[in-house]
């Protein structure tokens, strides 16, 4: 399984960017996908989850401003960034619970992280 992250860049303050990361390989189903982001120095950190009946969850510091979204169908989440500031410039990794096989037990996959840069 590999999750291919896109979309990250240089943006202003203000300014919107949308993420995607498509999953692909051997997939049985795929639990919640998610985004989190790491910025320099600092930890990784959760930004917004959705689960596989779209039920949704965010980081208190992006509600309101980002929106995160699921196509089943392509096996790919997306992350809407509206607003943007100069604190949300990090890297992001998408993140995401697949089943590879009926009968296999789910497991955490990372894609390889996409650049977000806020310049104020």
């Known amino acids: 399984v590999q999750l291919q992250a896109s979309g990250g860049g240089l943006v202003q303050a203000g300014g919107s960017l949308r993420l995607s990361c498509k999953a692909s390989g051997s997939i049985f189903s795929i639990n919640r996908m998610g985004w989190y982001r790491q910025a320099p120095g600092k930890q990784r950190v959760l930004v917004a989850l959705?689960?596989?009946?779209?039920?949704?969850n965010y980081a208190d510091s992006v509600k309101g401003r980002f929106t995160i979204s699921r196509d089943n169908a392509k096996n790919t989440v997306y992350l809407q960034m509206n607003s943007l500031r100069p604190e949300d410039t990090a890297v992001y990794y998408c993140n995401a619970n697949i089943r590879q096989r009926m009968w296999t037990i789910p497991d955490n996959y990372w894609g390889q992280g996409t650049q977000v840069t806020v310049s104020s």
């Open positions: 959705i689960t596989s009946d779209d039920s949704t």
